[in-house]
């Protein structure tokens, strides 16, 4: 299989609920997205896909959705009183934010209209949340 690969950073705060830890508590990482895209071939030129095209739709898709917000799972039961701090500055997910269900959510469900138009597909998707902790979802 030949995947063609980019990673792209941002920082964003979340929390955990349900966590046992500190992870529960109003906190943020700079995390790593490192995509992995297949294709049915490779195109004349000899590319899965040109390396712009993951920047302009997946990593777009970060920087303008995730990049500098909180992540807060929908029914977290903080999210009524955080809308009233920083309405803006909240970005509300279907998936408590862990970096597997965050993976999840951009493999299965963010990235097929995305690369749809452009004959690829994302085979997996790897979160860093930390240089030493990351979750890797695969097709
Ligand atoms: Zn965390």
């Keep these: 299989m030949i995947t063609a690969e980019r990673y792209h950073d941002?920082?964003?705060g979340h929390r955990v609920v349900g966590h046992e830890s500190k992870c529960r508590h109003l906190h943020g990482h700079n995390y790593r997205v490192h995509f992995a895209v297949v294709a049915d071939r490779l195109d004349e030129v000899g590319r899965v896909v040109d390396f712009s095209v993951?920047?302009?739709t997946l990593c777009r898709?970060?920087?303008e959705q995730w990049?500098?917000?909180m992540l807060i799972w929908e029914k977290d039961p903080l999210l009524p009183a955080l809308r009233e701090i920083?309405?803006?500055g909240i970005c509300v997910v279907p998936f408590n934010p862990t970096a597997e269900n965050m993976a999840e959510y951009?493999?299965?469900t963010i990235a097929p209209p995305l690369l749809e138009p452009h004959h690829c597909t994302l085979h997996s998707c790897r979160i860093e949340e930390t240089r030493k902790c990351s979750a890797t979802v695969t097709l």
């Design 61 to 63: 898709y970060l920087e």
């Design 106 to 108: 951009l493999l299965h």
């Design 67 to 69: 990049d500098h917000k």
């Design 86 to 88: 920083d309405l803006e």
């Design 10 to 12: 941002i920082s964003c």
């Design 54 to 56: 993951i920047k302009k």
